[in-house]
């Protein structure tokens, strides 16, 4: 009966641990097969363990360089999403104009509907511009999907502001730049940063969208696509680890700074 109770106490957290630790396992799986020496093509079965992999991590053709224009498309893409979004966001939740309510639901259309249906409305715009299919494309396709992400973020965050703080601000002769500067950018940056991980989490990994608008150029996603095809080499597996490894080190990191700050408040 002791024990009965003590679950029943404890089943939320137990639960939480348990979806936790099934979603981590496809990473833990990734992870222990980035040590494997595979006899064949394919790294589905473990064989012996070996570092070779992690040594020569660009020891595979076009690899390194995939991943390298990901990083690249990423990037750019989190900047333009990111700072279209942000001022998006602050105009949907601070000024009151004509067709807002259907502005709002275009933004969030992106979300709703397959990945598939964007991915192919965008190549048809393309070649219908005479835009050649390639890095340029792949960019602005992102941006285009990244978008509705980062001003839902934002938003969410702008209509929690309190707007009192802004006018105590210009009651103390402040500009609408520094107040701006000051007092609400610092109070949406959390918002904006979660939009703007968000984009890079959505833009590096995205295949559907860039499978459909990249023309010759690959992507790491592509190359991992057509690599399994073929054989799947072992530092693919390092990569994904690699990746993996510095997400949880981000978090981490964040979460110290934030109880830091907590602590020196109270």
């Known amino acids: 009966m002791a024990f009965v109770n003590w679950l029943k106490r404890r089943f939320v957290v137990i639960a939480g ?28 079965e473990w064989q012996e363990f070996s570092l070779d992999a992690w040594k020569d991590p660009c020891g595979v053709a076009d690899m390194c360089g995939s991943l390298s224009l990901s990083l690249q498309i990423a990037l750019w893409a989190t900047l333009g999403a990111t700072v279209l979004g942000a001022m998006i ?17 275009l933004i969030f259309l992106p979300m709703a509907m397959p990945e598939v249906v964007m991915a192919a409305s965008l190549l048809t715009l393309f070649l219908n511009m005479g835009i050649q299919l390639g890095f340029w494309t792949i960019l602005i396709a992102h941006i285009m999907f990244c978008l509705s992400f980062v001003v839902t973020a934002v938003k969410a965050r702008v209509m929690s502001m309190d707007p009192r703080l802004e006018q105590a601000a210009q009651d103390l002769y402040a500009g609408p730049v520094q107040t701006f500067l ?43 696509w057509g690599s399994a095809q073929r054989g799947t080499p072992v530092q693919i597996n390092v990569i ?5 490894l510095i997400a949880v080190l981000l978090v981490v990191t964040s979460m110290v700074i934030s109880n830091r700050r907590k602590k020196r408040k109270v």
């Open 182 to 224: 000051r007092v609400t950018l610092p109070i949406a940056a959390p918002g904006i940063a979660a939009g703007a991980l968000l984009a890079f989490a959505l833009s590096f990994d995205d295949f559907i969208i860039t499978n459909f608008n990249a023309g010759s150029t690959v992507t790491f996603p592509m190359f991992v």
């Open 89 to 105: 966001a602050f105009a949907l939740v601070r000024y009151r104009f004509r067709a807002r309510g259907a502005v709002s639901s």
């Open 17 to 44: 641990l348990i979806t936790l630790g099934y979603l981590l396992l496809p990473n833990v799986i990734v992870t222990v097969f980035s040590f494997n020496k595979p006899k064949g093509r394919f790294n589905y």
């Open 240 to 244: 994904g680890t690699a990746m993996f």
